[in-house]
Every structure is written in C-alpha cells, then in structure tokens.
C-alpha cells in the first residue's frame, strides 16, 4: 500500500487507476468518468476529455497525510481545458473510493422528549463556481468530520443535486457574482419543500480592518442561515460545520421529527385541540374537525371565546376549568359542546397544561372524546363512523363484545351476570350506570379516577384494556404512595431500617402464627405538682438567646437543665409565638403543663426523651420563621404545630411499633396495630391536659376553636408515623411544590410569594400538607444539624436500636431490624441509608417551599462525612483521627 499508484489511459480517453502492489486484483481497478482519475480519494483531473462531471460525491473519511500536495496537484492538472464544463446531474457523479485507512461514519442517537432518533452521517453539498483553496477547505473539513460531501459547479446541478439527495448542510459560494448569483441560488433551493429542515451557508469574502463589516439581512433575506468569512483552512472550515451540526443541524433535525408526530394526531381517533396560552386555536386534528363540524381553516387563529357554547355546561364549569389549567394542573371532566350545526354534544375532555420557555404555560392541550350518554350523541357518532365501518361492522361489534365481555367486572358498578346478552344491550347497561355515576354530587377522587379508567377502556384495543384491568387492580389497595420494597441485592442497613419503621411489626414466624410476648409495661409513675415561676437562671437564659438560630445547641441546654430542657426552651418559643395570648391561658399554666409533659418522657431513653421533643420543638419555631411558612399559616396553625411538637413522642418507651406489636402489648391491642405509639402521644398528652384544671392550657378557648386546634394537633403527630411517609411526602409535591414552580421560574415572578401564600390559605388542605410536611422534617432533622450534633443523634439512635435488638433476642421476638446488632453495626452505613431513602428527597421538597439554604448545605457536608467513615469500613461515628482526639 506504500507504493505510488500507477495510472493506465486507454485509446478511448478512459483512465484507470489502481495501486501497484495490487494491479493484479480486478477488484481495484476503477473506472472513472472520462477527463478524470482518482488517486487514495482524490480527484486528479486530465486533459484526456472535454469536460468533466458537474457534480462530484466524496465518502472517503480521513484526508491522505499528503492531502496538500495532492490539492496542488489536483489544481495544476486542471488546465484551461477543465474549466470548460457541461451540466451533469447526480446520476453521472465521479464518486471516489473510499482509503483502506478510513474509518466508517457512525450514526448519533438523539433524544426528543420521549423519543428515540438516529441521525444518520450529515450530508453536505458545496456550490462553488471554480475549484479553489476554500472549496477544498470545506472538501476536506468534511472529510475529517465524517459527512458525505458532493460538490457541484453549476446552479443547475446543484438544485438537481438536492433534490436527490436532501443534504443537511449547502455551502454556497457568494464571494464573486461573476460566475453565478449565490442568493438567486439560495432562493431556488429554498423554493422546494425539502429545504425547509436545510442549513444553507453563504461564503462571504474577507473584509479589510479598515472596511467596515456589511449586514447579514440581504443574506437572511435571501434565504441563508448563516455567514462564513472566507478563510481556507480546513480546521476553520471543519469547525463551522461541526457547530452548524451540534447547533442548527440537530436542531432541524428535531423538528423533522414532529412530522411523524403530527402524523400521529392526524391518524388519531380522538379529538385533539392545541391552543396558545391566550387560548388561540393552534392546531386541531382531522378527529376534531369530524366530531365539531369545522373544517380546520375555520378554527385555527380563533380564540376560543368565538366559537358558540352550549348552555347545558354548569354556570361555574368554566371557573372551575381554568382555575385548574392556570395552576398548572391537568382537568378531566364531562363538557357539553356546541357543533357548527348548533347541535350540542357531550364529550369527555381532558386539558393538559404545557409548561414552555421561562417556565410558564405555553399551551393547552385539549384531548376530547364524545361520551355517548344520549341519543343525539349517538345520532352523531353513527353519522360520523357508519360509511367508514360498512362491511367491517360485525366484525368490530363482535371484537367490541369479547373485549367488553373479558373486562366487565371492573367496567362497571353493577355485575353483569349474563354472558349471553347482545352486545347492544350491555352497552345500553353501561352507559346507563356510567351516567348515574357522573351524576353524583358527592364523588370520591378514587371514584373519579375509576371513572376516567372505565370510559379509557370502552373504546381501547383488547391489549390496553387488558392493562387498564391491572392498573384498577393496583389501585385497590390503600397504600398507594408507598413502594414497593425490593428483595434481591438489597442494602441490608436500607431494608432493616426502612423495614423496621414503615411496617407494622407483624412480622410471621412460622406458618400463620403471629408470636406475642409479654406485655410492654408503659406505666409512669405520678406526676410532681408544678413548680411556681422562678426567674430563669442566668446561664441557662443565656444559652436561650441563640434559640433562633437553626445552629442553636440542644446538648448544652440539656446538660444545664439536668436533662429537662423542654421546658424552659417551651417557655421561650411559646412567649415568641404569643401561644399564652392565644389561648387565653396565663404563663403559670403554660409552664405547669409544659413540666407535666416534661415528667411523662422517659429520660432513660437514649434517643426518644425530652431533649429530642425540645429538638423538635426548636426545628417547627425555625420552620414557622420562614417567610413563606409564615405567609401560608394562620396563627391557630402555628399554636397547633408548637404544641404537638412539644407532645409528640410524650411517653416513648424506646421501642419501635413494630416491637410493640410483635410483643403483643396492651397498646398495640389498644390501637389495633395501627398507629400505636402516635395515636397513644396524642391521647396521652390530651388527658394529661385536661385531667388537671392547673395545667389545662385549653380551659379557657371556645369550644369550636378547641376542636379545630385538637384536631390540627392529632392529624400533625399522627404525620410523624413513617407508614404514611411517601404518601406525606409526594401529596406535598404534587399539591404545593409542582404548582409552585412555574411561578418561581417566571421572569415576573416578583410578589410571587404573596400570590402562592394566599393561594395557599385559600385551600385548607394545603395548608395541612404543609403543617404535616413541617412536623415530618422537625422530627428527623438530625442529619440537617451541625455535624457535631448530627453525630450525637446518631450515637443515640443507635443505642436505642442496639436496646431493642438485644430486648428481642432475650424475648424470643423476631428482631425487626437485625442490621442494628451493637457487635457488627455500621452506623455510618444505617445514616447514609437513612438518608438516602428518607431524609433527601423529603427535605428537597421541603426546601423548595421553605428556602432552607442553611439545612441543605449541613445535610451535604454530613452525608460526605458518613461517606468517608464507610469508604474507611468504620464502624464508628467519628474518623480515627478525631477519636483519637
């Protein structure tokens, strides 16, 4: 392959080339077109013709490391005879042979929204009047980027040229009007359809310093995309067309594929409507324009306000529609419409909102099908279908039937019993309870779900309706937020822990048997009568001027109070939050009550005591400092989140609810397995409350009001059950994060917070996911502290853990989390997997709504603290360094 190829002109004028190590293979010897030869990729022109071919294809991927000489050659061969050229088009293109040595272009996968593109190699097509060093700086750029190049050097063949091969990139040369008019040019190629997705380039020559720089819109005018100052280096050449394809080309690219997907709506068979976010009618589908009796020339650039409604529609229907749609949310429901003939049909309508650029909502997506609940829709629907079906008729009624046969026990409220009845009949059953359902004022959100599910599958292919059945399965069960648990290759430390704190205990041995133990014994001894109010000790009210702060220590306010810090902290964040004004209640019952909850935490718990209730307690007065949190909050709220914070672990006996209901105690049978320890802190603080006239903080509010307040109470320490996590956790998404976020990334977002809070007060249910949401994040905030104290806390829980654990093996109990052994524990391991499974995505969630840059930033630095202890297999809470300090 070193040697030099030897050339062989035949008596016609033919040239033949071949590599001489070779010449005795048939297979490398190539005929070119006459005037012409090639030698390792490279056109070498002669004076053995008349002319030469307009149009030349190049494939080959590397340039010869020679590849300038052989430009050199390729012009001085050329001879005044070469320029002399008849038009060919690309049926009789010179192509050469692509080098041993070159690599074969690759394709690119390319993601659009859902989908999966293949962008083949880019094709270009370069349009010079004569061959020169800039045609051959982009001859060879493609080259070197692995693009199919063809050149041509007339107009005419260069429009043939295109349309035959529809190239991606057209680089027309505008230096000299002389040969050719590079915009008349641009202009025919733009003429023809295919160049809609092409990125054309003009050449422009090199300007002076002294000349001042011309404008680009004679060019955009004409056609062109974009500009290149003449500079023949194949590296700049290369590096215009790999931004053209990273860039325009990709872009085109893209859009090339929203032809297949309007040719999806095209086809589709339901009505499908997009409008702008002003409700000026973009698009509708054959399907639309079938059911409304408009053709789409009628429709599209109307604003919907034009088109004539029915006036069956509920006089608030419409409000209620676009409150939903402006929030960002999706709206299903039954919607009467009128046609153009001015009959009304009912339909079922589902609008998805499309968030776009700056986040905002771009457009609406209608998607509308006709709910056949009456005759006249009927009437409609045969007039529409009955010419299309005739012929196919039995076949698709009785293909209807088997599929509507197949899935009639979750199609409809009533059984149908009869398999035999006529498929008209069913269908006239059907829809008669579809329509008593609709009908009902009070309706479930399930139900509604349901709903949508069944009118899905009346018209849906067997396969989908099969799919459908399987999703009414699943939404049979009541836990509906929780995952599902993996069991195979399973961290062991993530599957104890989530085990132990999201089951309920009941953990089988053997058979169906559940093993019970003796019963836990959870009394408490009687309480001390309050003590007067004192003046609070100078170093312990100093520690409390720093309890604003999220870095405020809880250690050392325990170990001046003597392990009761609650208190005294209690006293101060009450008195912040005007709770005494509140209730009506003077501080001396404020405090007694605080010391009678106080007395009823075990402090022989290691984690589940008074300090970590004032821990907590702490954390919601930070939360409801936030400004957000304030704004979205009512003052009752506020009182409420204090004081089950103050509550809600109240006599914890260190043991988890799975223990309890696996040793059978008298809690766990009080609150069958449900709930056990956070129903038994509620109850427990309110008849500690109320048995005592000197500590009943609530003697003295109405009875409404206290109802209101207990009932906030109970459903915000109920939320601290890690059952019910996920579902806390992705309702406060979906119903306060999502809607939140076109508002934030709007450039007008100013007053955004006012808006959002008051739109939040506006629907009491948010206001209870972001009370839950806020109890939630207090209680397990230890992996958002300060490192030292996230260390502390999780020494503590971990001796907790370790207790119970050792309590289990005595017992006899199964040991509802065997990673937590104290002689082969990892608890760096047991804190990254808490965190990573419970605590990070809550607190981002919980971030987005609150703004807690502080909490975010001390969860990273100790997630990478744990990190390093396990990557070092130390099973300790600190580095070896730091504990031998």
Request: proline fraction near 4%; include cysteine; charged fraction near 25%.
């Amino acid at each position: 392959m070193g040697c030099a190829p030897s050339i062989h002109v035949s008596h016609s004028g033919v040239i033949y080339c071949r590599d001489s190590e070779e010449s005795n293979s048939p297979h490398q010897t190539t005929t070119i077109s006459q005037g012409t030869a090639t030698l390792h990729g490279l056109f070498v022109k002669t004076d053995a013709a008349d002319s030469i071919p307009s149009v030349l294809a190049y494939q080959s991927r590397q340039p010869p490391p020679s590849a300038a000489p052989r430009r050199k050659e390729r012009r001085e061969s050329g001879g005044a005879s070469a320029r002399s050229r008849t038009p060919h088009c690309c049926s009789v293109e010179a192509e050469t042979q692509t080098s041993s040595s070159s690599v074969k272009a690759s394709t690119t996968e390319i993601q659009v929204g859902p989908m999966r593109l293949t962008q083949y190699p880019i094709q270009v097509l370069l349009i010079f009047a004569k061959e020169d060093n800039q045609s051959n700086g982009f001859w060879w750029a493609c080259d070197r980027a692995g693009y199919r190049c063809n050149i041509a050097w007339t107009p005419e063949s260069a429009l043939e040229c295109f349309l035959d091969k529809h190239q991606e990139i057209i680089v027309i040369d505008h230096r000299n009007s002389r040969y050719f008019d590079a915009e008349d040019i641009c202009r025919s190629i733009r003429a023809v359809e295919p160049s809609e997705h092409t990125v054309i380039l003009a050449v422009v020559p090199r300007i002076s310093a002294d000349q001042e720089e011309t404008s680009v819109l004679p060019l955009l005018d004409a056609g062109f995309d974009r500009q290149f100052m003449e500079n023949s280096s194949v590296t700049a050449c290369y590096n215009e067309l790999v931004q053209i394809e990273h860039g325009e080309v990709r872009s085109q690219f893209k859009l090339r594929a929203c032809n297949a997907v309007f040719t999806a709506l095209d086809h589709c068979q339901e009505a499908v409507e997009i409008t702008s976010e002003d409700h000026v009618i973009q698009y509708v589908n054959p399907a639309f324009e079938q059911m409304m009796g408009y053709c789409k020339g009628e429709l599209i650039g109307k604003e919907l306000t034009e088109l004539p409604k029915s006036d069956k529609n509920c006089a608030d229907l419409l409000d209620n529609i676009n409150t939903f749609i402006k929030k960002g949310k999706e709206w299903q429901g039954v919607y009467h419409a009128r046609r153009k003939s001015g009959d009304s049909i009912q339909q079922h309508v589902k609008i998805t909102p499309v968030i776009g650029q700056g986040g905002k909502i771009r457009h609406f997506v209608s998607l509308k099908r006709l709910h056949c609940t009456n005759e006249n829709n009927k009437q409609v629907y045969k007039s529409h279908h009955e010419e299309k079906y005739t012929g196919d008729n039995s076949q698709s009624e009785s293909n209807s039937y088997k599929c509507k046969n197949r899935r009639k026990d979750s199609v409809d409220v009533k059984s149908i019993t009869s398999q035999s009845s006529d498929a008209p009949s069913l269908q006239t059953r059907r829809y008669s309870s579809m329509a008593r359902i609709h009908s009902m004022t009070i309706e479930a959100p399930i139900t509604k779900v349901i709903n949508i599910i069944n009118a899905a599958q009346e018209n849906s292919p067997i396969t989908v309706a099969e799919a459908l059945d399987r999703v009414l399965e699943i939404l049979r069960t009541t836990e509906l937020y929780s995952p599902q648990l993996g069991t195979k290759d399973e961290d062991p430390h993530t599957s104890d822990l989530v085990g132990g704190l999201m089951t309920d205990g009941l953990r089988r041995l053997s058979g169906n048997e559940y093993v019970f133990s003796k019963n836990v014994n959870l009394s408490h001894s009687h309480l001390p009568v309050p003590n007067t109010i004192n003046d609070v000790p100078p170093c312990i009210a100093q520690l409390l001027d720093n309890e604003e702060t999220w870095d405020f220590n809880i250690f050392e306010l325990e170990a001046v109070t003597n392990k009761r810090p609650l208190v005294y902290l209690g006293l101060k964040v009450f008195a912040r939050f005007g709770v005494s004004e509140f209730l009506n209640c003077s501080e001396v019952t404020l405090r007694a009550w605080l010391q009678v909850i106080e007395a009823n935490y075990h402090s022989s718990n290691s984690y589940h005591n008074s300090t970590h209730a004032a821990d907590v307690l702490h954390a919601t007065a930070f939360f409801l400092g936030k400004e957000r949190v304030k704004g979205s909050l009512d003052h009752l709220d506020e009182v409420a989140a204090l004081i089950a914070a103050t509550i809600h672990d109240v006599d914890h006996p260190g043991r988890t609810n799975s223990f309890l209901c696996n040793a059978g105690s008298e809690l766990a049978v009080l609150y069958n397995d449900t709930a056990v320890l956070e129903s038994h802190h509620t109850a427990l603080a309110f008849q500690l409350t109320t048995k005592d006239s000197k500590c009943n903080i609530f003697k003295n509010i109405d009875r409404n009001r206290y109802r209101t307040l207990r009932q906030a109470i109970i459903d915000m320490v109920l939320a601290t059950e890690m059952t019910k996590h996920f579902e806390h956790v992705n309702k406060f998404v979906n119903s306060i994060n999502k809607p939140m976020a076109p508002e934030e990334t709007s450039p007008h977002s100013e007053g955004s917070d006012t808006e959002c809070t008051a739109n939040i007060k506006n629907f009491p249910d948010n206001q209870t996911l972001i009370k839950r949401m806020m109890i939630k994040c207090a209680d397990v905030a230890n992996p958002c502290r300060p490192l030292e104290l996230c260390i502390e806390w999780a020494g503590r829980i971990s001796e907790e853990y370790f207790a119970q654990t050792d309590e289990e093996k005595r017992q006899g109990l199964p040991v509802v989390m065997p990673v937590f052994d104290r002689n082969t524990c990892s608890i760096p391991k047991s804190q990254i997997s808490f965190i990573d499974y419970f605590i990070t995505d809550m607190f981002d969630a919980w971030d987005a709504f609150a703004h807690l840059p502080v909490l975010m930033q001390h969860l990273a630095n100790n997630y990478k603290h744990w990190k390093t202890l396990d990557d070092l297999k130390c099973k300790s809470l600190r580095l070896p360094s730091e504990n031998n300090n």
